[in-house]
């Protein structure tokens, strides 16, 4: 009797422990149905629909000719930014018109709306509908180049006409060249006076140090080229079978998240909706983490960034992982349920107790009246999968418009320090002073640690790594300051023209002694970028991190490429966007670096789109070719027992012979830049070595282990406390329509 009534209450603990999960999971659906029937509404920025039917009401009321002109140019905007060019065209060619013939002045807007309209419809008819691997990637070539010509032709042709009137605008200019190209007829046909010279030239040409091969995207054939707005991605191993699983998600509020379970053998599943990610909607960003140390890894989706307190306050979620091939939002029940615009965070234990916890960097829209206070926040793990926000007590609770947070020992001190960019000029750096007990107290030390700004300089993404592996972190800013349409930047740089205005990354090499030095400019950083998404890994297995930015903002005219940079030696950054073929001309945003096929080279995923359901496009997968056939690397999953289960803020130092010369190479756990995700296992080139002469893996717990004599090109699983380095047999995939290369595993 006893032994029936105890596996009775068992079954109802089980019972009652999967409800209040099914209950947390569905309150979440009906939060954020909620948002979904709230969204479309004139005074919300980004609701385009409801903008097409506002300005087509003023239209068809007694207004005069001005006014009527007026409203077509805000109906056809938003007709753009749905996506419905040629609705717009039939609104803008008879208004244009009319200017003509009557000689109205001071409406060239309607006219460059035109141009805009024609170059997008092009965009759709061939980039879109007819998609092909080399669509949109600059410089356009081959496949890329529009087989039906109409829109570029006349938008080349609005354009020049304005250019005409106003030769001194730069963003026409670009347009037009980037017109001319989608033709095949750049450089040869563009009148000398307008042209943009070299945008065909390969850095190869410029810089014969640096040699690469082209990257081939391989998203559409294996059925990853998700077509939707702006959003997050994360490559990892979701089920623990070895093989790298992809998850993406998009920002409006309707967009589902996407999982792709890797079957390998060189083919993917969608598994969107047995997963139960399909009907979890919304989220900017994401990123991965074993918040309860079951050993499956767990997702953090963020909302709400951009959309101010009007329709910002949404949730994120945290999203468990179940083991069984499903996820639950298990928000509500782990207490990290907030109303918050942000698209920002990072895992880390901050307070050195075995248990991941979370900062988040809120959006606070200073100047605004309207606007509410977001202080950043700072979850704590209660070690049972809860948490409690202690961010005010640690000292973390600042305002601002953060849009990229990272964290990393940056002191060498064993405790993990926080840093914050933000669109409203500040720089946070928070050193972490410890404590004895569950909370760490932070102090901001960004003034003395030489990173705060002389004059206003708005920055986007941010990490910390060891660009030159010398044992102690550097930090990465993207610059995100301008004062014209970005896309005129990128004229301005092609015909050496000075702007006044940075948009390049800033790099702060750490002195070794709590401070820095920006060494963007002798490091060869001068390039603009304006990067939203961005992440960094080691395209060619030297030991040094390069760094892939995708680029761009929310304008519909931003039609500037991504760009690689590949790292020399520590010492300097080479543009090899060109050569590499993946300067794509759509909004970027998260970017994954991850050996997706096992073949020893790390491949690049992107998150392609913008902000409007006009701007959604088609990510990109951009397989290696092993940039280096010579170059070596090691695989290393680490599985914490007293440290977080995988290892997040633990940290490796490799120690090689190449070439005679020995070296270090340092690597930190965690997934990489603030706008994407890449596997916490750890992808290390190690370049020409044979060998690794040791291994040493300081766990964030404390605890520090060495490994010598190790064989490069394996997989290895090594746990925390334990002598034994499991080989992880792992098979090279080969996916459909890959172009081969020697694989190193």
């Known amino acids: 009797m006893r032994k029936v009534f105890s596996i009775g209450l068992i079954f109802l603990c089980w019972i009652i422990m999967s409800c209040d999960k099914d209950s947390s999971h569905d309150q979440m659906l009906a939060i954020l149905k909620k948002q979904q029937q709230n969204y479309n509404r004139f005074d919300n920025f980004y ?76 965009e759709r008819v061939n980039c879109i509908r007819n998609h092909t691997p080399e669509t949109c990637i600059l410089p356009i070539q081959g496949a890329g180049i529009h087989r039906v010509q109409t829109g570029s032709r006349n938008a080349a042709h609005v354009y020049e006409e304005l250019l005409n009137d106003h030769p001194q605008n730069l963003e026409y200019r670009w347009l037009l060249n980037i017109a001319y190209m989608t033709l095949g007829e750049y450089p040869a046909k563009v009148p000398e006076k307008i042209l943009v010279p070299n945008l065909n030239v390969s850095i190869t040409e410029v810089d014969s140090g640096v040699f690469i091969k082209p990257f081939q995207d391989m998203a559409a054939q294996l059925s990853l080229d998700v077509n939707n707005m702006a959003g997050g991605c994360i490559i990892d191993d979701f089920d623990n079978d070895g093989y790298l699983d992809i998850v993406t998600s998009a920002w409006g509020v309707e967009d589902e998240m996407h999982f792709f379970k890797n079957n390998g053998d060189g083919s993917f599943s969608d598994q969107s909706a047995s997963s139960k990610l399909k009907e979890l909607t919304g989220g900017l960003n994401l990123m991965q983490m074993d918040y309860n140390n079951d050993g499956f890894k767990d997702i953090f989706v963020l909302r709400g960034a951009w959309l101010r307190d009007s329709y910002g306050l949404q949730p994120n979620s945290l999203l468990k992982n179940n083991g069984d091939g499903t996820f639950s939002d298990v928000t509500m029940a782990s207490g990290l349920l907030s109303f918050h615009p942000t698209q920002t965070a990072t895992w ?87 404590g004895s007990g569950k909370i760490p107290l932070f102090e901001n030390v960004t003034k003395q640690a030489g990173i705060f700004p002389d004059t206003i300089s708005r920055t986007f993404p941010t990490w910390f790594w060891d660009y030159n592996n010398d044992g102690w972190l550097d930090l990465f800013l993207g610059d995100f300051t301008f ?74 005219e931003s039609i500037v490429p991504n760009k690689l940079f590949q790292n020399i030696g520590g010492k300097k950054f080479v543009d090899v966007t060109a050569p590499a073929r993946v300067g794509h001309l759509q909004k970027g945003h998260a970017i994954s670096f991850a050996d997706v096929d096992n073949d020893g080279d790390q491949d690049i995923y992107i998150e392609l789109g913008g ?74 080139g190690i370049g020409r070595a044979e060998m690794i002469y040791e291994i040493e893996i300081q766990w964030h717990a404390g605890q520090t282990q060495v490994f010598r004599n190790v064989k490069p090109n394996q997989f290895l699983r090594i746990t925390e406390g334990s002598t034994i380095v499991e080989n992880i047999p792992l098979k090279a995939l080969t996916f459909t329509g890959q172009k081969s290369h020697n694989h190193h595993h």
């Open 348 to 434: 880390n234990d901050f307070n050195n107790d075995g248990w991941l916890d979370v900062f988040i960097g809120n959006e606070t829209w200073e100047g605004n009246a309207s606007s509410g206070k977001h202080p950043a926040e700072l979850f704590i793990s209660n070690q049972d999968g809860t948490f409690t926000n202690v961010a005010e007590q640690a000292g973390v609770d600042f305002t601002g418009f953060v849009k990229g947070v990272t964290s990393g020992d940056y002191n060498n001190d064993g405790w993990k320090d926080i840093f914050a960019t933000s669109l409203s000029g500040q720089r946070f750096l928070l050193k972490n002073k410890g």
């Open 611 to 684: 902000a409007y359901k006009g701007d959604a496009f088609h990510n990109a997968f951009y397989i290696n070719p092993d940039q280096d056939e010579l170059n070596n690397c090691i695989v290393l999953d680490l599985v914490g027992t007293k440290t977080n289960r995988n290892a997040i803020g633990s940290r490796i130092k490799l120690t090689i012979t190449e070439g005679g010369k020995k070296r270090s190479i340092y690597r930190d756990v965690n997934s990489g830049g603030s706008f994407g995700a890449s596997p916490l296992r750890r992808e290390i």
């Open 483 to 556: 004062d014209r349409p970005i896309s005129s930047y990128s004229a301005a740089e092609g015909l050496n023209i000075s702007t006044g205005v940075s948009g390049a990354c800033k790099l702060y090499r750490n002195n070794h002694d709590g401070t820095f030095t920006n060494v963007s400019e002798e490091v060869g950083l001068t390039k603009k970028a304006f990067a939203m998404g961005a992440n960094f890994g080691d395209i060619n297995n030297d030991g040094f991190l390069d760094i892939y930015l995708g680029t761009g903002n929310p304008e519909l």
């Open 47 to 122: 609701a385009s629909d409801a903008h097409v039917a506002y300005y087509d009401s003023l239209i068809n009321a007694s207004y005069g000719a001005q006014d009527k002109m007026r409203y077509a140019y805000n109906k056809a905007r938003a007709l753009i930014a749905l996506g419905r060019e040629d609705e717009a065209v039939e609104i803008l060619e008879p208004q244009v018109e009319k200017i003509k013939t009557e000689k109205i002045q001071g409406m060239d807007r309607l006219k460059e709306l035109l141009g805009l309209a024609y170059l997008r419809g092009g």
